[in-house]
């Protein structure tokens, strides 16, 4: 599952790091980091974190939007926006083996899809069954 994120540099510094990251489709899910990338790499952290939280308290994991959505609000203007990927398939909770039939044809593009995003091919069905169930509550 993808997040966007928005990225703002500390007003306050003088240096050219300090970078704080917003997680607007989890309202509370914040981040910091010393330069940009360290603000994107503690960012997917917290999501994890954030995340782990709301699966173990029983929480529907939100829908993801798009930056979209939330670009043009005044709250996040001056900022970059990214996406950071989460395997929520690895997320709270034992792996249990199951057994589905798919059309070949769905199975190798999901193959695709898996590899040319850095995922395999449980997590591209787990997180694709999330964001199902959670956008159509």
Known sequence: MRFP??????????S????????????????????????LINAEEAIECHVEGMLIDGEQIPSNKSVEVYKRKK?????VWALVSIDLSKLSGKAKRINITLPERLLHQVDQYATSHGES????????ALEYISSHD
Do not use: W
């Open 16 to 39: 050219e790091s300090d970078y704080g990251v917003t997680v607007p489709d989890l309202p509370g899910c914040f981040s910091a980091g010393n330069t940009f990338d360290d603000a």
């Open 5 to 14: 994120v928005v990225i703002h540099k500390d007003k306050d510094s003088d």
């Open 121 to 128: 091919r449980s997590g591209l069905i787990a997180n694709a």
């Open 75 to 79: 709250e996040y203007r001056g900022g």
